[in-house]
């Protein structure tokens, strides 16, 4: 029973990690938007990349070691029931607010994009007019050197 009582703990725990792990993700999601829209900082933005990453993958490895935890007190848990009522209230009080975030930052990460694309043409279109510019810059001044550029012409002088 004791021993239930560590798993249990320790699946609370990896809950309330991957809880603050999402609200992080979601405190990026923000920056990154931030970064993009109001900046315009693609640095910045590769950076909040690298460090969504980082959490992401430590979430990951909390996923990996609660389905561990949780298969070593599977069959006992059911039994042991009434005893952790409370824990067990808070670990689908847990599970329903981790839900939420991963829905929120589904929802800014689907945003972001929408950002990132239209950053994206609005440079692309920049870079296209940049070169439509140069193109009409040299041809300006192409026809400018000939304009003053007369042809050798011969002269007869015998008469």
Known sequence: MAEIKQYVDILLESL???KRILQQILKENAEQEKAVKVNGSIEEFDRIVEEKSRLIFEMENLDSGFDKVYDR???ELPDARDSYK?????MQRLISEITDLSVSIQT???RNKQFVESYFSYARGQIRQSKKSVRAANDYYKNMRQINYIDPQMMDSKK
């Open 108 to 110: 800014s990460e689907q």
């Open 73 to 75: 007190i599977r069959k």
């Open 86 to 90: 409370e824990e067990i209230a808070r």
């Open 16 to 18: 309330e990690k991957k």
